[in-house]
């Protein structure tokens, strides 16, 4: 699974990148900054199963934070996005190809209105976020349905036996699955006259989350709530209120879990520094609730690709793998995975092998075909 970042030039694409990864990636206030794609990774936020049995979990990777685990997915930043990117305008078509094995989409709007199109500064509330919504949502569509054009131009000559093949395979390199890219032909048939239809079916199983984003600039308030009446998934955000909080945690400042309501200060600050910090804490995180960058990323794999974290372990009484580490791994599986898919996550041989498995809460066996639930702690018992 991978996260992408989207969104016009100068729209806070990058800081949102680096807060939601602690990472340097050069901003600046002028369109293209970013030209070759910035890859990462950030982590969703959930609810560590150790809390359950009173015992401190040892994560192989991500990290764990008073009962919150923060479980490890790969996100890329891309070249900023100006109309006529299809066309090869900016640098629309490697910007475009970069994001073809992106699961779901986090398009980072301006949500001040503070430049225009292609990402130069004017004045907060000169442009309409939404004409930055329209527009992108427009360059997507036409890049994929040129993909389509160009994938029946091909199949078109095969025979009937391979078209349908070769057509799956091809949108399959578009991050899509090959069962929704079967769904989409046993519907619509093949794309001779529909390459449009095909396009927005495709762009249905490769969604758009709007990171409605510089909420403490006015008008952005106004600007989001219109947003939210027109669009699914507009989650206000401020990427560099993010950034200074982490930056400020990681310094040992202030106390602050990402995606937290409010922050603690425990160290020593400046009196700008606390200034800066009181500012988040007013514009920000009071009126909004938080800064709104791990919400996004909860949002992009729980609610819209639906994805849920399940924990192995090989003891299914202490909750650890043989060396005694609780809770080791944390694996963010699709919303069908099944106790057999976790086995073979978890290594090739153990799934070949596998003979069932036992749900550590309940001690309870269950069979191959047993559907995870997000939060399970699962031993897998496989032959040798």
Known sequence: ?????????????????????????KTAPYPFTTIE?????????TKCPHTEIGTACNPKHGFCV????FVPVEIIDVAGLVPGAHEGRGLGNKFLDDLRQASVLIHVVDASGSSDAE??????????????VEFLREEILAWIQGIV????????KMPNDKKDEALVERFTGLGIRPEEAETILNRLGYPEGKEREWAEAILR????????NKIDVDPAQENVKELQKK????????????????????AGAIKYIPGDRDFEIVGSLTDQQRKGLEYIREHVLEPFGSTGIQQ????????????????????????????????????????DATALDLAYTVHTDIGKKFIAAIDARTKKRVGKDHVLKNGDVIKIVAGR
Do not use: H
Not at 66 to 69: L, M, V
Not at 231 to 250: F, H, N, Q
Not at 318 to 329: C, F, R, S, Y
């Open 149 to 156: 054009e160009r994938a029946w131009v091909k199949a078109r």
């Open 231 to 250: 669009y699914d998934y507009v989650i206000p955000t401020s990427g560099i209120a993010e950034y200074t909080l982490r930056k400020a945690a990681k």
């Open 119 to 132: 990402g130069n500064p004017l004045k907060p509330g000169e442009r309409d976020p939404a004409e930055d």
């Open 205 to 212: 199983f490769k969604p758009i989350i709007i990171a409605a």
């Open 37 to 45: 794609p910035n890859t990462g990774i950030t982590w969703v936020r």
């Open 296 to 335: 996004v990323i909860n949002t992009a794999v729980f609610d819209v690709l639906k994805y849920k974290v399940v924990f192995p372990v090989e003891d299914e009484n202490k909750w650890a793998d043989k060396k005694g580490n609780v809770l080791p791994d944390a694996f963010l599986l699709p919303p």
């Open 1 to 25: 699974m991978q996260l992408g970042l989207v969104g016009k030039p100068s729209s806070g694409k990058t800081t949102f990148f680096n807060a939601a990864t602690e990472q340097s990636a």
């Open 66 to 69: 008073d009962g919150e685990r």
